[in-house]
């Protein structure tokens, strides 16, 4: 996933992406939550503007990460989703 235009949602994620998303995970592994909320935030605004991230797909991509989260994490991305779709 080069940006969040290749992501279609839940419902239709081609296995490729998952092992993508395990890739981008891993390369923030041991980076602060500060560089990685720059990242997101990048992303989103960059997708926003050229109109090719819309609500829904960030709803998606919070359904996808959700679950390999803890409370708390969680707690903080549905925050940051909500962030997001208000650009």
């Known amino acids: ?15 490729e992406w998952s092992e993508e998303a395990k890739k981008l995970a891993a390369s923030f592994q041991g980076k602060g939550e500060g560089e990685l909320m720059r990242a997101i935030y990048s992303r989103a ?4 503007r050229n109109g090719t991230l819309t609500n829904e797909q960030i709803d998606a991509f919070y359904a996808q990460f959700a679950p390999m989260l ?11 989703v ?6």
């Open 70 to 80: 803890d409370s708390g994490k969680r707690k903080k991305l549905a925050k940051v």
């Open 1 to 15: 996933m080069k940006d969040f235009r290749s992501y279609e949602g839940a419902s239709s994620v081609p296995p």
């Open 45 to 48: 605004l960059e997708g926003k």
């Open 82 to 87: 909500e962030e997001l779709k208000k650009m």
